[in-house]
């Protein structure tokens, strides 16, 4: 009969799954008992027909209403409000603001607040926010906008991390924060289509850019709307499970802990600021956060600025929006490609080195070439390079913290740090470095480097010490500590490379 620690080295679905009797009372659920694999099989489909579609619309939506100002900059929004450079990229860094200081407080709240009514409620919030954009008239009134949006947007991103990570085992963690993640990209493509009919619309006083607004931001609310009646708080508030698969979720996901939790659910696991230490003293804490920093530069400013780097290509206004949409698909599926293969092979830093080398090579061909094609080509590389590290150095955290207020304060804290980034990226790209961007292009490929440096960093601590885990050198800590404090620190739980 395999033993718990055989489960999670042998794949994610060995001939037979341990989990404890469901059926005692006896809470440790000490007692063993086989789940088929068609069960744990089932569990994981129905999990991911019900929660990924709603999570995939939700950060599409969010990154559509983050980033449609962008687009709203080469239609006319500029002239409008009379906005100089400082003004736009002011207006840009102000979003940040709240959205970077709600980050933490959210993930500690988001159990007690009900995730399948917050995670909807941040929705309908931002969607009429967004709507109210397009009636902006003035600089002033644009910084205010922005301000509610990322107030609004805070804690999405970490609350969606927390919330798959009550229903999934680490290692099938990856490829579903990649099926949402994969709607970022998307949201560029999808945005420019969608931003050059609306550009077009023409009325008494509101014409062009605001409908980008108004017609988005209506959709975001109407379907936040609707996500509120589908998805679940907890795996023990699930009502599409029969009672065979709802206990078998809840054990496999305790099982999955290796010992880092001594709840036999999240719903009992209770706030200790004990636990918030333990997570801003994980290394793996601060080194990704460090590598998501760097990351997110460049996925911000190419997010913000790709309408107005293809336009300075000398690209009409309508041939720009529509060129944003290719380089974002080719990096759709890259996305999702990557985040398969890295939960199948249980990897995350390697194939993030892989990635943020060839956005390297991208930027290289933007800033050393002059012919438009090839700068473009160059468009293709970066996309594809880094929008797949996000979900990689997300996932990968989530991974390495357990129990679950380690996980929701560190995965808060590293999205935090990363989004202080934003406010580099809002003033990478400058109207006096047009038309070439070296400065913009080079600052990125700084932080690619950095972000090389420290990712090699982080997969040298985790091999050296699961080494030390794996040959009994971490074995007094049971001696020395109570178990169920011990967390991520427990000598059976395995860090992902």
Known sequence: MSSPEKVEKGGESPERVHIPDVEKTDSTWNDPADIPVELDKRITRKLDKRLMPWLFGLWLLAFIDRSNIGNAKIDGMVEDLRLDSNKFNIALAVFYVPYILWDVPSNLVIKHLK??????????????????????????????????????????????LVYLAMFYRRHQMLYRITLFYC?????????????????????????????????????????????????????????FFNADEKRACIARMRLDAHGATAASTVDEERFDWYWVRRALLNVNTIVLSIVFFAIITPIYSFSLFLPTIIRSMGY???????????????????????????????????????????????????????????????????????????????????NNLAPHYVRATGTGFQIMIANMAAFIATFTYLPEDAPRYTTGHAINIGMLGLALISIAGNIWYCRWENKKRATGQRDYRLRDEKEERLGYRHPRFEYTI
């Open 115 to 160: 995730a399948g009514y917050y995670l909807p409620g941040i929705l309908i919030a931002w969607g009429l926010v967004s709507m109210c954009t397009g009636f902006v008239k003035s600089y002033a009134g644009l910084l205010v906008a922005r301000f509610f949006l990322g107030l609004a947007e805070g804690g999405l991103l970490g609350g969606m």
């Open 316 to 398: 009409s206004r309508v041939t720009a929006q529509l060129f944003t949409v290719p380089p974002n698909m080719g990096a759709f599926f890259i996305v999702l490609l990557t985040g398969w293969g890295s939960d199948k092979w249980r990897m995350r830093g390697p194939l993030m080195l892989v990635g943020c080398t060839v956005a390297i090579v991208g930027y290289i061909m933007l800033i050393a070439s002059e012919r438009s094609s090839v700068q473009y080509g160059g468009t293709f590389l970066v996309a594809a390079g880094i929008f797949p590290c996000s979900p990689l150095v997300m996932g990968w955290l989530s």
């Open 183 to 239: 709607a970022a990209p998307l949201s560029g493509a999808f945005g420019g289509l969608l931003a050059t009919g609306l550009a077009k619309i023409q009325t008494g006083g509101y014409n062009g850019w605001p409908f980008i607004f108004f017609v988005e931001g209506a959709i975001t609310a109407v379907i936040g709307i609707a996500v509120l009646f589908f998805l679940p708080h907890t795996p023990s508030d699930i009502k």
